[in-house]
């Protein structure tokens, strides 16, 4: 999912060329000096090695600049695709995966921020492992590949090791994801929490700390290994040292007038080969991560990417549904289909929407407001089919059962200085509870019967033809659900809106319009108020 482009690989090999030969060069002047060589005694190689020094530094500096603008715009490009991924999922794909892994794959994707440096190391430490290399095979041909098999077999041990901790990492990052379902929980269900002990001591005792505790075990018991087996390069540098000085003489495979420069050139790579051991930690968390990213971005399909286009809502006067069907298939409900519903739904009327839990109205508002797509059937807004769900959701505004007051202002309204709001706020009897109209205090923490009325407020400031209220007034106090259905409503009406309301309040059905009843999934009652039916048969 995450890839380097070739261009990009390209810049990273010619910067890192001429940096390994320079590097390399410094070595090469070290070991002639410590080996006595009469070339390397001069004044001015003391300038040239400066000189190399100084350039080698300056070059870094310059590159660092560039591979740190390119790593935070591999970052943030990447967030922006998970964020627009995730914006473009279908409500349906959602509910069935979750949020929570919205969050996980925001945290993969921060792994990738050291994607470049790391190959940038990759390649430098492979170069100058090369160089050294080739410059120990011109000091002892045979001795330089002894100590190559020697390093090959304790790479090869690492990397055996390493590959069989791939799956450990995937298992803990397993337990990673059902962590953040049970703070996810904890968030949202504090309050049940609260008053139930039992249901806290299950969560906590039989979950979240089994959770803890296997991934505390596994995750030590990975670092544990990755710590120990970082500590080959430690020790098999001191194995290699000790062949360098005792074997290898002695078996006339290098000279000793040679065993001081093996040694020096062996000390440089140490370096390199630390490094190329290290970063395999890292690469095996790149494979992970990327594994589950690209999963992620499987699973969680887009909708469309089409951009938005404004399609003229204030031209409203007809909503048709012919023979609309929805297959809600989950876990839970295997066989749940929505209609065939039939339904016209014209400018300026309340209709309320009824019906038991289940019955299918829920799923009725998510189609209707364009959350879910229809299986089959036709929808007609004046007269013409929609061919998109911007067209709906163009003429309509709505506060769902769990309204969300978002952080800031994400509209084209605004509220400072605002008339139209202020005239809401004393509508809504809000007034006295935000005192201003800064956006903060719109936007603060309210009650849950003020933040439904705050919700309002600001789907009214959207100025849309149809307004949508899914148990708007249930979590109103006796006195201001009177008022909303007695007054606020009627006013509303007489403004010219058109409003779709889910209640259950059938004390107030006197003041709809319509009454549309819905039962496994099928319109079983739409009838106007006007037609003398009484109320109270609404629910028989």
Known sequence: MLKISAKNILFLILYSIPNTILSFGILFIINNVISGNIEFQGYYMGIVFGSIVVYTYLLNIIFQKRLNQYSYKILYENEKKIFDKFLNTPLITLEKMGSHRFYTAIEDIRVFSLLPDVVTQSINSILMLLLCMLYLFTLSGYGALVIVVLIIGIGGLYFLVMNMMSPKIAILRKYNDEYYKYVQDIVKGFKELKINPKRRDNLRNNHLNPNRRSAKELDLKVNYIFLSINLISQYGLYMVIGVILFLLPAINLLKKEDVLSYVVILLFINGPINNLINLQSIYTRFMVANRRITNFLNDFKNESTEPYVATGYHEFSSLKFSDIE???????????????????????????????????????????????????????MNNTIVNSKAQLQDTMAAVFTENHIFSFNYDDFTLKNNKHYQELLELMKMDKVVVDDEEESARRSFSKGQSKRMSLILALLEDKPILVLDEWAADQDPHFRKYFYENLLPKLKEEGKTIIAVTHDDTYFKHADRIIKFDYGKIIMDKKITDNIELDSIWK
């Open 326 to 380: 929805f297959n809600h298939q989950n876990e839970l409900e295997k066989n749940f289909i929505l209609g065939p519903v039939n339904v016209t739904i014209n400018s300026g009327e309340t209709i309320f929407i009824v019906g038991g839990n289940g019955s299918g109205k829920s799923t009725f508002i998510n189609m209707l407001t364009g959350l879910y797509e229809p299986s089959n059937g036709e929808i007609q």
